[in-house]
Nanobody, 117 residues
Framework: QVQLVESGGGLVQAGGSLRLSCAAS??????????MEWYRQAPGKQRELVAG???????NYADTVKGRFTISRDNAKKTVYLQMNSLKPEDTAVYYC?????????WGLGTQVTVSS
């Protein structure tokens, strides 16, 4: 059974930083060629893609976080990270990771990030 567990969320003041982690456990077929992504969902809003990283370490970011967030992965640890700098109150949301392999997609349960002004 595959599980994704996010960690690293919390309360931070505007301008601060947090580093989120998402660790996968269980057998994930062809994990090394998976796409790993971070999404977020703020209250009353739809879930949105924040950042993604391919098996070749190509990355993409939402315009709202470019230059502030950095996604990275460690295949040996089956972990994806999201370094978040210069946080803003509008970054407040529940952050979810998703791992997509050929034929499967897995979601974590989320971690709350709250940025105070």
């Amino acid at each position: 059974q595959v599980q994704l567990v996010e960690s690293g969320g919390g309360l931070v003041q505007a301008g601060g930083s947090l580093r989120l982690s998402c660790a996968a456990s269980g057998s994930i077929y062809r994990f090394s060629i998976s796409v790993m992504e971070w999404y977020r969902q703020a209250p009353g809003k739809q879930r949105e893609l924040v950042a993604g990283i391919s098996r070749d370490d190509n990355t993409n970011y939402a315009d709202t976080v470019k230059g502030r967030f950095t996604i990275s992965r460690d295949n040996a640890k089956k972990t994806v990270y999201l370094q978040m700098n210069s946080l803003k109150p509008e970054d407040t949301a529940v952050y979810y990771c998703r791992i997509t392999t050929p034929g499967n997609a897995y979601w974590g349960l989320g971690t709350q990030v709250t940025v105070s002004s």
